[in-house]
């Protein structure tokens, strides 16, 4: 069965950091796209960065470029987003989603996506 599993979420302070990790299951990563995107409560979801698998060119959302960084680790099959300077305003569910066809865009179409985790929640508070 084809999944992916998202950890590493949690409380932090702002201007603290979190790496989330973003792990498949059923499938080999090395020719999608992996895309992070995050919701807040009564908001709608929001891309945040993505990474195709295939060439590692990435994408950041622009409220989050500088702090940001995603990457890859293809031997454990998983993609890291790595968080640093956070704000209040970053808090929300983290989720990931694959796409075979390894083009890093982010979509507001959930339903272009193959794959999606079930979420970590990720808390910027004092």
């Known amino acids: 069965q084809m999944q992916l599993v998202e950890s590493g979420g949690g409380l932090v302070q702002p201007g603290g950091s979190l790496r989330l990790s973003c792990a498949a299951s059923?499938?080999?990563?090395?020719?999608?796209?992996i895309h992070w995107f995050r919701q807040a409560p009564g908001k709608e979801r929001e891309g945040v960065s993505c990474?195709?698998?295939?060439?590692?060119?990435?994408y950041y959302a622009d409220a989050v470029k500088g702090r940001f960084h995603i990457s890859s680790y293809n031997a454990k099959n998983t993609v890291y987003l790595q968080m640093n300077s956070l704000k209040p305003e970053d808090t929300g569910v983290y989720y990931c989603?694959?796409?075979?066809?390894?083009?890093?865009?982010?979509?507001?179409?959930?339903?272009?996506?193959?794959?999606w985790g079930q979420g970590t929640q990720v808390t910027v508070s004092s």
């Open positions: 989603a694959a796409h075979s066809s390894g083009v890093p865009v982010l979509t507001d179409d959930t339903t272009w996506y193959d794959y």
């Open positions: 990474i195709s698998l295939r060439d590692g060119s990435t």
């Open positions: 059923g499938f080999t990563m090395d020719s999608y796209s």
